[in-house]
């Protein structure tokens, strides 16, 4: 359990992060649109892929869990 709430606390402080830099740049009205829009697509992109990880690391401690009660 220790493992999962540890895998979460570190993937919102990283969707927190990516977050914190892009909103800003895609917020900016002075910068042109396709900068914007680059900007959103790269984090969009970045953002799947931690929610990807997450959800791998997450089955992998419950395989580790599943494999730690077979051995007794």
């Not at 990516?18 to 829009?37: D, H, K, M, Q």
């Not at 680059?38 to 997450?54: G, N």
């Amino acid at each position: 359990m220790k493992k999962i709430i540890v895998t979460l606390i570190i993937t919102i402080f990283l969707i927190t992060f990516v977050l914190l830099f892009s909103l800003p740049i895609v917020a900016e009205s002075t910068l042109p649109i396709t900068g914007r829009i680059i900007t959103a697509i790269i984090a969009i992109t970045i953002l799947v892929f931690i929610i990807r990880v997450l959800v791998e690391r997450l089955l992998e401690i419950k395989e580790e869990d599943k494999d730690d009660l077979s051995k007794y």
